[in-house]
């Protein structure tokens, strides 16, 4: 057993005498490190499963595209620059092909829903189950956590690879587990964005709100409206050239996305917010003035003319090309802030945008100013604040939470943090952790939850590594806020577990926050 030894030299009458010895067990190092904590785990690292060149995924032979695309994602990973090690299940081949990692899809296992997974692992082989490719994939990420960190950098040369042996059965509290990325305020190229996506699928983040438009940047290309890009496109906070995904990138964006079972959630924030539209087309402006660009970053003053018939044609318009490359089920319409309309402007323009919405197949999601507007009960509110989320609760609906004094992935850590904001407060690791979304709403119980999301708002963020240093670890905290029944969740445990991923992330190329909270083992 390790012991840890601290010895103080003492310094009395001028003569230096020997130190005291204090000798204080250290803690048993934790048997694991997975992020979110699974619902049950039993491992025992006595006996293991190595995993070399002659080890092999097998699924069934007649699986759906998407389990065998598990299958090889695993193998790449497992395996990135060797032969394809995943062969078809046929009976008697396991036998044949020696150790094995196998994913079995069992409709049957209703207990598992739509995400979760089991696991099993001996020495001589993995058996991961699922009702779903989703399940299975978020089972591979807890593969993924169980192996060493050089599991992470496929360039390692002759690295090793082991398994405990045990068995891990989980399934997700929330269903919706996800982050806003703030793209309008700072453009993040579509590379930049896929390595978000990556990070997040290891800590089985399920969705991607992708904040598309906003007064300093519209970032997705329109066909029909092209100025938007060519215009609303041009700048970003500071001034400067901005940057925008075309309809092409965004697709490729959204294939990627999805291929790690992650939905991408497109929002164009209206009415307010909407500066960069406005001086792109000057038909939304009540006046038929377009407004210079702006590059500033206050919030409230600009507006569509609500009440126009442009401005309807404009919605729609947008709407349909975004619906129409989004094949995920919903279509975030912002609505936060609006300072310049009268409460019956603002109530009808969201009326009308949920009709569109609907009309294009999408769930409509906004933030929670919405709630007093007719919403059918489809529709999704978002809350942020001390916001009237609970008023859509009350007639039945759905609510994400991502409270801006926990989850608000754009505050400061602490006074000394050179990024971010600090108008909600200021978040250090555990206060990202250690909340219950259950009691933290009043009028929003449970049941009325859909899930958490993490929004990234990207005033003070120039560069990817800057998003990073925000993210990371609070995401990580706030996939397993999402994830782990609160039962499961002790402060204490996490920071733990999450000090074992400094060498993953570090291997990743993630930058973090090394908060002092956390006992980092790099
Ligand atoms: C509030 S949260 C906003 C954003 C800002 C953010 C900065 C919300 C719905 N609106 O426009 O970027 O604060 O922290």
């Not at 209206?270 to 590059?295: F, G, R």
């Amino acid at each position: 057993m390790n012991k840890t030894l601290f010895g103080i030299a003492l310094v009395i009458g001028g003569a230096t005498q020997p130190p005291p010895l204090v000798i204080e067990p250290a803690p048993a190092p934790p048997l694991h490190s997975i992020i979110p904590v699974p619902a049950a785990i039993a491992l025992s690292v006595t006996e293991q499963l190595v995993i070399d060149s002659g080890t092999f995924v097998v699924v069934d032979r007649g699986v759906s595209p998407e389990v065998k695309a598990v299958g090889q994602y695993l193998v790449q990973m497992l395996w990135p620059s060797a032969s394809p090690n995943l062969v078809n299940w046929s009976g008697d081949q396991p036998a044949r092909v020696g150790k094995h990692i196998r994913l079995i899809v069992e409709t049957g296992r209703l207990e598992l829903g739509d995400e979760g997974y089991d696991l099993g692992i001996r020495s001589d082989g993995v058996t991961l189950r699922a009702r779903t490719p989703a399940g299975l994939f978020h089972g591979v990420q807890t593969i993924r956590q169980l192996l060493p960190h050089s599991v992470e950098h496929p360039a390692m040369v002759d690295r090793k690879l082991w398994l405990p042996t045990g068995n891990i059965t989980d399934t997700p509290r929330f269903e919706w587990r996800g982050m806003m990325l703030d793209v309008s305020r700072h453009f993040l190229p579509p590379a930049d964005v896929k390595k978000f996506v990556d990070a997040m699928a290891l800590y089985k983040l399920n969705r991607l709100h992708l904040h598309l438009s906003d007064d300093q940047g519209w970032r997705i290309e329109i066909k029909s409206r092209p100025k938007l890009t060519a215009i609303g496109g041009s700048t970003k906070v500071g001034g400067g050239p901005g940057g925008f995904y075309t309809q092409e990138e965004y697709r490729n964006l959204v294939a990627y996305a999805a291929s790690r079972f992650i939905t991408v959630v497109p929002e164009i924030d209206m009415p307010a917010h909407t500066n960069a539209a406005l001086a792109s087309y000057p038909e939304l402006n009540c006046d038929k003035i377009a407004p210079p660009l702006y590059t500033g970053i206050s919030v409230g003053f600009s507006a569509l003319c609500v009440d126009s018939a442009a401005v309807l044609r404009f919605v729609k318009d947008v709407v349909r090309e975004i619906s129409a490359m989004t094949p995920g089920n919903y279509f975030h319409v912002g609505g936060d802030e609006v300072k310049k309309l009268t409460h019956a402007q603002y109530i009808r323009f969201i009326e009308s945008v949920q009709q569109v919405v609907n009309a294009n197949e999408k769930r409509m999601i906004g933030w929670a100013e919405i709630s007093p507007a007719a919403l059918v009960p489809g529709t999704i509110v978002q809350n942020w604040i001390r916001d009237s989320s609970f008023v859509h609760a009350a007639r039945g609906g759905k609510i994400i939470i991502s409270p801006s004094t926990r989850a608000y992935l754009d505050m400061k850590y602490d006074s000394t943090t050179i990024l971010g904001q600090n108008w909600a407060a200021y978040i250090e690791v555990k206060d990202a952790y250690d909340w219950d979304p259950a009691t933290f709403i009043p009028g929003v119980p449970e049941a009325s939850i859909l899930g958490v999301e993490g929004p990234l708002w990207s005033e003070t963020t120039m560069t990817r590594e800057d998003y990073e240093l925000l993210a990371f670890p609070r995401l990580i905290a706030l996939a397993e806020v999402g994830w782990s029944q609160s039962a499961l969740r002790k402060w204490e445990d996490f920071r733990i577990r999450l000090g074992a991923h400094a060498k993953r992330q570090a291997a990743l190329g993630l930058n973090f926050y090394r908060s002092s909270q956390v006992p980092w083992v790099h």
